[in-house]
């Protein structure tokens, strides 16, 4: 049973359309953050985000934490190929030295 | 970019055989991390260390045994290769621990027949 759930597990759209991927848990994480894997590479930090429903923006990606610290969600405006990825949730527990990953949601932006 | 290293960045062994892979940092990051990645799995935890000779068991740790006698070299040893331990192993840096970014090597596509 996996921790941290991601949905959908896959994704395809077209260019410009919008998009949200979804993390969710039975459990409360003291912060969650967002990855982006392209194949063949290690995963990169996007965001993290700490306080029960903040909202952070990056650039065309806006990012929301759940106002129980349970649940996140990732929003992309206009997609674009570059944005063509895997995206991995991960959170960190309370007196936690470590995080647990999500099994991510691989998206595909066509052009 | 952060300075990590794996090595090697890919091998085929046998079943029965010892491997060991290498991270190396040049961040003088307090925390590493050793990771494997499997279809439909995302990341799991192996190992991780959060400073020289301290270090701690993960949520798939059997078979596997890590080692940390310098800051910047962080090692991880499959005892006995088995098919299961096939899998892309990636190593992390973090400067406090959870809650702060990790940074992540390029990864290790380990092949175990």
């Known amino acids: 049973t996996q921790l941290l759930e991601q949905s959908p597990q896959f994704l395809s759209i077209q260019e410009g359309e919008n998009l949200t991927v979804y993390c969710n848990s039975s459990?409360?994480?003291?912060?969650l953050q967002w990855y982006r894997q392209e194949p063949g590479e290690g995963p990169v930090l996007l965001v993290t985000?700490?306080?029960?429903?903040e909202v952070k923006k990056l650039k065309r990606l806006t990012f929301q934490f759940g106002d129980a610290r349970k649940d996140s969600s990732l929003h992309i405006t206009a997609a674009q190929p570059g944005d063509t990825g895997l995206y991995l949730c991960?959170?960190?527990?309370?007196?936690?030295?470590?995080?647990?990953f999500g099994p991510g949601t691989r998206l595909s932006v066509l052009p | 970019d952060a300075g990590i290293t794996q090595s090697p960045r890919h091998k085929v062994t046998e079943t029965g055989t010892p491997v060991t892979l290498r991270c190396h940092q040049t961040?003088?990051?307090?925390?590493m991390y050793w990771y494997r990645q499997d279809p439909g799995h995302g990341l799991r935890l192996i190992h991780y260390?959060?400073?020289?000779?301290?270090?701690d068991k993960g949520e798939v740790s059997d078979g596997y045994s890590v080692s940390r006698s310098k800051t910047e070299d962080f090692l991880l040893t499959l005892e006995s290769a088995t098919s299961s331990q096939t899998s892309v192993y990636f190593c992390?840096?973090?400067?406090?621990?959870?809650?702060?970014?990790?940074?992540f090597g390029p990864g290790t596509r380990l092949l175990v027949l």
């Open positions: 985000v700490v306080t029960g429903g």
């Open positions: 459990s409360v994480f003291s912060s």
């Open positions: 992390a840096i973090s400067f406090t621990g959870a809650g702060e970014t990790q940074y």
């Open positions: 260390s959060y400073g020289v000779k301290d270090t």
């Open positions: 961040e003088n990051h307090r925390y």
């Open positions: 991960a959170g960190a527990r309370a007196g936690g030295q470590n995080f647990v």
